[in-house]
T-cell receptor, first 119, second 111 residues
Framework: GAVVSQHPSRVICKSGTSVKIECRSL??????MFWYRQFPKKSLMLMAT?????????EQGVEKDKFLINHASLTLSTLTVTSAHPEDSSFYIC???????????????FGPGTRLTVL | DAKTTQPPSMDCAEGRAANLPCNHS???????VYWYRQIHSQGPQYIIH???NNETNEMASLIITEDRKSSTLILPHATLRDTAVYYC????????????FGKGTTLSVSS
């Protein structure tokens, strides 16, 4: 089946530093990818929609200057958390929408998530 | 906002069928019903989706009522590995928009 990878799976950083998370679709092309955030015991919250070759669309309340998204190719989107603070500690999950029609049974697939801890 | 309502938790004995209900009374004609599940500390996993007909795959069956206002996900023989949070989501496929998650149902399968 379709595989979406995320790197790193876990990251610990100091307050004030920036962290980049990569999301890759390994066996299909994705013109659209989505970034979610999940706090403990809560559901996934959509942060932004990432479109290849254009600017991301952010959900209300998500700071675009703090969460930088780049979707430079059909298989890679990156989320950079700038000047991270402890309240940014969360589980970040990406999903990729299969735009090539490679998989007939479904079109949106999720990565395994990245656990960010900001000290 | 999520357009679905699910019970917060359910229990099931291993080997028995797990029937997870979902209400989506405001579903529109173009919207599909999707089911995903999330095992602890992992990304969501696709299970099944449908528009109006019942669907079955190797993981589960999806039963959609005739008026499409509710559906039931059936795991025919639950195992301990099926313990997860199950999310029912309605989505217009043509729009290509993101999946919006509600609170889901935490299914606990015990031996």
């Amino acid at each position: 089946g379709a595989v979406v990878s995320q790197h790193p799976s876990r990251v610990i950083c100091k307050s004030g530093t920036s962290v980049k998370i990569e999301c890759r679709s390994l066996d299909f092309q994705a013109t659209t990818m989505f970034w979610y955030r999940q706090f403990p015991k809560k559901s996934l919250m959509l942060m932004a929609t990432s479109n290849e070759g254009s600017k991301a669309t952010y959900e209300q309340g998500v700071e675009k200057d703090k969460f930088l998204i780049n979707h430079a190719s059909l298989t890679l989107s990156t989320l950079t958390v700038t000047s991270a603070h402890p309240e940014d500690s969360s589980f970040y999950i990406c999903s990729a929408r299969d735009s090539s029609g490679a998989f007939s049974y479904n079109e949106q697939f999720f990565g395994p998530g990245t656990r960010l801890t900001v000290l | 906002d999520a357009k679905t309502t699910q019970p917060p938790s359910m229990d099931c004995a291993e080997g028995r069928a797990a029937n997870l209900p979902c209400n989506h009374s405001t579903i529109s004609g173009n919207e599909y019903v999707y089911w995903y599940r999330q095992i602890h500390s992992q990304g969501p996993q696709y299970i099944i989706h449908g528009l109006k007909n019942n669907e079955t795959n190797e993981m589960a069956s999806l039963i959609i009522t005739e008026d499409r206002k509710s559906s039931t996900l059936i795991l025919p023989h639950a195992t301990l590995r099926d313990t997860a949070v199950y999310y029912c989501i309605v989505r217009d496929n043509q729009a290509g928009t993101a999946l919006i998650f509600g609170k889901g149902t935490t299914l606990s399968v015990s031996s």
